[in-house]
């Protein structure tokens, strides 16, 4: 949806006074008209308080902290038809084993107990560090955020570094639950309530903070005020309500709520019947598992995990969040991340640099892969298309048959396009076909986006915005991520590890041997040199893995080369900038279309990635490239270079 707009309001909903009640009064005021249930999860108490007639759906609001404390809230909406839910977690101050706890907490109320799959949260003073640290992590499964005087930065309490007393103990506290060594990486934590706000904005879940004007425990000019400014300035919809009446002695920090029902009302307003969203089980198609992982995992041996895509893989957004999730879900496990993304590359440049610029850093346990977007922004015709990414999961099998591969397909306009006019994108088709195949876990992130758009859940121009995604499309990704992880890897039982077997290649001119050849192996050379370091002299820019590295340079006219290759397939990848020129090449004599390295728009003002495939089908024998500068070039170039990144064979 567009977003509305959204408005700071700060006021008092004075309408009458009621006085703090604490879960015996409510028991003692409402006897017969819910029940109270305590329970476990692993091992933590929780409880649950339903009311006599619930509402449909089961809507609830989760308690973070003090679940006795200003329960006047909690009263009203249990008469209403909600039900209150509490666990336990309290010492751990919304740090990531609270947080794996509340996700755990969250699975049992929504599958096994129906509740709403929205909840609405509410954190009472360092309840905001449960609340936001959740709501951040889980901002599609939130409808509501309710909080009293919240902690919103833990070095303005209990870390005391600001205006505020702060608190020895629960400073020291904080920083074992966290695992900091010392004061200084607590106060560059860069993930506190107040930051990283862009996902919840996205969702447009609605935040309301009641305040004391003069607390000075939890100083609103560190928490509160800071967290809404920024959350208003991200589109986020914020309302603060100072509370005038304030408890002797509590330095505002204690106060009476006036006119509860006002809030719970606004609360039941959104968390009552909130819009479902459909379920990320969706869009993830198990054709296969990830029981080499988790057996890792379970014998507490050390797990690598790799990213393989474009830009969309490279930027900031779902990588590092589902790194983020993997330690935090097993703090354990030690884990090393690789981040094999490159923007503007698609599955026949994975086929041919993954060898060289992921295989050979190591054992890789865990592989996620993703050309959908750039196969098509690329042109690559579907022939190479299938033979690149069936070469980009054999090649990786071969390299270690017990990895398990993730393979998702991305979103963009134009897949949008296919999907509105009936017809499934040969990307996203071919994705799913080899991932079914080779029994490998698909997400189809580019249907999830489309079926969310027709279901009103958010729109591409103001929410999702383009094909790189925002911060709220890339908790859209993540979270069909996060949700594979968890559906796989919190399996009970001991996982079952077999090596995969491959079955014969669907094409059997597959890219599954590519790899670089030396730069040095090209011989016979007229005006091309190999630049050791090559960056550009003109002010175009670049990509990083193509400026500061050896490259084969030639720009002059009559330029040329020779390579000695053997395989079925071979090319050049190369940075094609403002003076990118023309080649004439032939291959083993026969000479072949000629190429324009000037790639428009792009090449303007950007030395652009290209992988160029110059033979493909040949026979698995003997060949002889021989390439040549052209005398002229494109219209819009401003020379006639060459720049050669990588020579590759499969």
Not at 1 to 29: E, P, T, W, Y
Request: hydrophobic share 35%.
């Amino acid at each position: 949806m567009r977003n509305k707009i959204l408005i700071f309001i700060v006021c008092c909903l004075s309408f009458g006074q009621l006085h703090a009640q604490s879960i015996k009064d409510i028991v003692k005021s409402n006897r017969g008209s819910f029940e109270k249930t305590n329970f476990k999860i692993d091992g933590i108490p929780a409880f649950i308080l339903a009311p006599k007639n619930a509402l449909p759906g089961n809507p609830w609001i989760w308690n973070a902290r003090f679940p006795e404390w200003h329960t006047q809230i909690d009263s009203i909406l249990l008469e209403k038809g909600f039900h209150v839910a509490y666990i336990n977690t309290d010492g751990m101050l919304g740090s990531a084993k609270a947080m794996m706890i509340w996700d755990k907490f969250y699975d049992y109320l929504t599958k096994q107990k129906s509740f709403s799959t929205r909840p609405a949260l509410e954190g009472v003073s360092r309840g905001g560090l449960f609340v936001y640290g959740w709501a951040k992590r889980n901002p599609s499964k939130v409808s509501f955020i309710y909080g009293e005087g919240p902690v919103c930065d833990f070095n303005s309490w209990p870390g005391g570094k600001g205006k505020g007393f702060g608190s020895k103990e629960e400073w020291k506290s904080l920083k074992e639950q966290y695992g900091f060594a010392n004061d200084e990486q607590a106060k560059a934590y860069p993930d506190q309530p107040k930051d990283n706000l862009e996902g919840l904005a996205g969702f447009h879940v609605p935040i309301l903070h009641a305040i004391g004007l003069t607390d000075s425990i939890v100083p609103n000019e560190e928490n509160t005020f800071l967290l809404v400014n920024n959350y208003i300035l991200l589109g986020g919809q914020a309302t603060v309500v100072p509370m005038p009446v304030e408890n002797p002695g509590s330095h505002g920090h204690h106060y009476d709520i006036e006119n509860p029902k006002a809030i719970a009302d606004i609360i039941y307003e959104y968390a009552a019947n909130p819009k479902p969203f459909l379920p990320s089980e969706n869009f993830i198609h198990p054709y296969g598992n990830l029981d080499h992982v988790l057996s890792r995992i379970q014998n507490k041996q050390d797990v690598t995990v790799a990213f393989l895509g474009g830009s969309i893989t490279n930027m900031y957004g779902w990588r590092q969040k589902t790194c983020r999730y993997l330690t935090e879900l097993f703090p354990d496990t030690k884990f090393k991340f690789i981040n094999a993304g490159v923007p503007s590359l698609g599955s026949l440049p994975h086929a041919f640099r993954m060898q060289n610029e992921l295989l050979e850093l190591g054992r890789v346990d865990l592989m996620f892969i993703e050309s959908a977007v750039n196969d098509y922004v690329n042109h690559t015709p579907e022939t190479q298309q299938r033979r690149a990414l069936e070469g980009v999961i054999r090649h990786a099998y071969k390299s270690n048959p017990m990895m398990d591969m993730v393979v998702m397909a991305f979103v963009d306009e134009f897949k949008l396009d296919d999907y509105k006019a009936g017809k499934i994108p040969f990307e996203v088709a071919l994705h799913e076909s080899l991932s079914k195949y080779y029994h490998v876990p698909f997400i189809n992130l580019a249907d999830e986006v489309n079926e969310r758009i027709k279901n009103k859940e958010f729109t591409w121009e103001y929410d999702f915005k383009n094909l790189h995604p925002s911060p709220f499309g890339q908790e859209v990704y993540f979270n069909s991520i996060k949700t594979l992880l968890r559906n796989d890897l919190l399996k009970s039982g001991p996982a079952q590890k077999m090596p995969v077997v491959l079955p014969k290649p669907i094409e059997k001119l597959d890219y599954e041997n590519g790899h670089f050849i030396p730069l040095e192996n090209a011989s016979g050379r007229n005006g091309f040199v190999i630049n050791p370091s090559w960056h550009p002299t003109d002010k175009a820019g670049t990509r990083e893995g193509y400026v500061d590295v050896p490259m084969l340079v030639g720009e002059k006219p009559g330029a040329c080369f020779e390579l000695a290759f053997q395989g079925t397939a071979m090319g050049i990848s190369i940075a094609g900038g403002p003076d990118a020129g023309k080649i004439n090449y032939s291959i083993d004599g026969k000479e072949q279309t000629p190429i324009d390295l000037f790639f428009e728009p792009h090449s303007a003002y950007l030395h652009l990635p290209q992988y160029i495939l110059l033979a493909d089908g040949l026979i698995s024998k003997k060949h002889v490239l021989k390439v040549t500068i052209r005398e002229d070039h494109n219209q819009h170039s401003k020379g006639n270079a060459m720049r050669i990144v990588h020579l590759f064979e499969n």
